[in-house]
């Protein structure tokens, strides 16, 4: 399956592939935040989804729900597909603490702290150790 | 089912029930904007439903979805589960227009409009009317 990336997207760091998405990471070290992009072209919403496909996105978002929660263990997780500005469907999944920068309020259009280049990596790393842990059970 | 709506909630109007979700409409003018929320106690976010409810839920939200976008025929369409204030689960469907009060940026957060009063109920009549018709197919 060959499908192209927005430039929104195509500038975020790569986690792992699942069989219907591909994970991204957020570089906003505020929050533990990726992204899922199904792997096809010409999808600016679900909508553009097939109801099969919608129920495929679900269980991979399931997936990346729990391995987020896993490892952070936030006080509320934020799943979202919004696209005003990046239009290809790509579902947020963001963990949320009492207290962190925007809390209770949403975080989008807020500039954020970057990672360092170690930490990034560190939790790219864990992030898609998870996922791949849960993909097996 | 006997199930309870947080005070947030409990506040929105009813637009009508399905099977697992019950569908509130949020009072701002400015953007078509529903809600459902599965008709279940203690469920705070998705990590509360079980594999089976997500996925009727997404079913569910695909209805909403299509309603919304034959009424209003957006340029966008967000989906979202928050709920950082409001800790029960509820899926935001909200369409969303080029040139409209937040564009491209998201509506949480920002005072609207209400609608008058037989604006308000036209709409929500609309909004279940094309939901039910729907669920029919």
Known sequence: M??????????????????????????NADYPWIFLVPKKNNVRNMLDLTSEER????????????AMNNLFHPTQTNVAMIGNKTPQLHVHVICRFEG???????????????????????NIQLIKKEILALCQK
């Open 55 to 66: 129920l495929t996105l679900m269980r991979e978002t399931e997936i990346a729900e729990k």
């Open 100 to 122: 962190d920068p925007c809390w209770p309020g949403t975080v989008w259009g807020v500039p954020g702290q970057p990672y360092s280049a170690e930490e990034k990596e560190k």
């Open 2 to 27: 060959t499908f192209t990336l927005v430039s929104g997207l195509a500038q975020k760091d790569f986690v792992c592939d699942l069989p219907f998405c591909r994970v991204l990471f957020e570089d």
